[in-house]
């Protein structure tokens, strides 16, 4: 989606606020002893009190309102009788349709005790984030994202997950440019216009950076059990600094 009116920008800032308010609800929430699934009806409950609706469930009959990840899942995990444990990491990913339009953020986090090798991972992660977004400007290649992550990820020791990206959004949740790769993929010559909307989403990994899919059809894990990070947010690309869309 090119979002160029002032009614698309307000529309998709309240779409990408109400899913990272849902989220910081759930991270202030996670608790060890809690299943999956009652923290993902915490996030749902918020999203239908906002107006809301949970963009898995009502685009591809998800089996939950948010996706809620427990390693070595790192994508697309189905939340459930799961107990959380002490210093378990997970990730959740929060995706909505407010209005027509939709947002879609993510991040890792160590639930209680912190892990020091947890830390490390999602701080690495957290910061190229950062970064990457100090990058999106118009005019700039689009493939610069995955320069960046992949560099970032090599040099804090760990790798990109290759099979993860990121996507357009906007009026839908999966949008154009289809795939924001998270590696460097030289003969990758899109450019960032204007007005584009891209949920971008680093994943960093100690493994090889692939993942495989589970039986239930959904969960993605790391093919070699190792434990990864994801952190996400939703912009609109300016002739500047991008508009995050996804803050509380």
Known sequence: MI?????????LRAAGRVCA???QLMMESAKPGMTTLELDQIGEKFLKKEGATSAPRAMYNFPGGTCISVMPVIAHGIPGNHVIQDGELINIDVSAELGGYFG????SMVVGTPNPEYEK?????????????TLVQAGKPLNLIGKTVQQEANK????PIFDLTGHGIGRQLHDKPSAIYNFHKPDDRRIM???MVLAIEPFFTTGQGHVVEKADGWSLKTVDNTIAAQFEHTVIVTKDEPIILTLP
């Open 3 to 11: 979002a160029n009116t002032d009614k698309d920008i307000k529309a």
């Open 156 to 159: 804090n020791g760990y790798n």
């Open 104 to 107: 879609d953020t993510g991040a």
């Open 121 to 133: 991972l999602l701080t690495a992660t957290k910061e190229t984030l950062n970064k990457v977004l």
């Open 193 to 195: 216009d204007k007005g």
């Open 21 to 23: 308010q849902a989220m």
